[in-house]
């Protein structure tokens, strides 16, 4: 690296610094939100959402049921989600009993999200709204793969999730209008994406876990935007593609995050803009190309610098491709196929 190369990156790693400014300031930020931002009215909506027994999972299916939705929860912990399920249920007493159910996916298994996937269409239903929220972050601990050979980070947060989406757009393209969520991280601004690292051991000194997550949430935003591009292309526009960040939230995604500071969201805090991004007309106005990324207040914010690189994002969904062993114009594939059975 030159020195002029080493000033451009300090620099940037400095706007990095200071896009993350907002963690601290985010109570601040949302003061003005009123404490739920779902419409009343959800009834004949359905909704897929991963990781929905604990934190801003919990939460945000909890607040769409209310409303009437049917919600999905698709999560590893089966007992777990039907005992919150059944918990919902009895608390409704006079009101209407809200219509949730439990669907097992494991996202460190790719069999199974091909199995929930094909379990699912079956049904042949429509699907609404996606909301992958489940993720994980190893928190100083050493690199780990999965049992297909790869990073866990990059599995759990990017891979598996960018699968589901995949292959669950036959549904989605039967709703009038669809929408794919993903609960990314402002942590995707202090990091890069080395794809030959997915499948790859780094030496032990030079691997960070925060490193690892945060590249594993850029690669998934550079990947839904090149999806949502290539929808547009195919005149698919009923599917919005977006991308939130809910804030720095106490959640046992982080051991050390359990106790709450001063300035954290709880996980009715951080929920708010998962919601507003599953539900408001708003987005509408501010999608590019089908695209766009909101943060914890509700608003449309800036990306890091990397996503502005349409190669380095095509090589991400090309990558991405090759591990799901799909074909590169599978996507064509999807839309003949309901083209044919309309």
Known sequence: ???REREMDRWTWLRNLWEMKEIFGQK??????????????????SVIITGATSGIGLRTAQELAKAGAHVI???????AASKIACQWK???????????EVMELDLL????????????????????ILINNAGVYLMGEPQKFTDEGLEQHIQVNHIA????????????????????????????HCAVVETKYWNSRIEEHKFSSFKAYGSSKLAHLMFLKILANKLVEQKKTSIQCLAVHPGVVSTNL????????????????????????????????????GFAYYTCNC???????????????????????????????????????MCDKS
């Not at 999730?161 to 995707?188: C, E, F, G, Y």
């Open 254 to 289: 982080v051991p050390a995050f359990q106790k709450k500071s001063f300035w954290m969201f709880d996980s009715v805090e951080g929920a708010r803009s998962v919601l507003f991004c599953a539900t408001s007309a708003e987005v509408e106005a501010h999608l590019v190309k």
């Open 73 to 79: 929860m698709a999560c590893r912990n089966t007992k």
């Open 1 to 3: 690296m030159n020195q």
């Open 161 to 188: 999730p960018a699968m589901l989406s995949l292959l669950l757009l036959p549904s989605l393209l039967r709703a009038p209008s669809s929408r794919i969520i993903h609960v990314n991280s402002v942590a995707h």
């Open 28 to 45: 601040l930020m949302t003061y003005h939100l009123p404490p739920h931002l779902v419409p009343n009215n959800l009834y004949g909506i």
């Open 109 to 128: 298994s790719l069999s199974s999200v091909r199995q929930f996937a094909a379990a699912w269409e079956q049904r042949a239903k429509a699907l609404n």
């Open 299 to 337: 608003k449309p914010a800036r990306m890091s610098p990397h996503t502005a690189d349409m190669d380095a994002c095509l090589d991400v969904w090309q990558k991405t491709m090759e591990i799901l062993q799909l074909n590169t114009d599978y996507l064509s594939h999807v839309m003949t196929g």
């Open 90 to 100: 009895e608390e409704a007493h006079n009101s209407i009993v809200p219509n949730v």
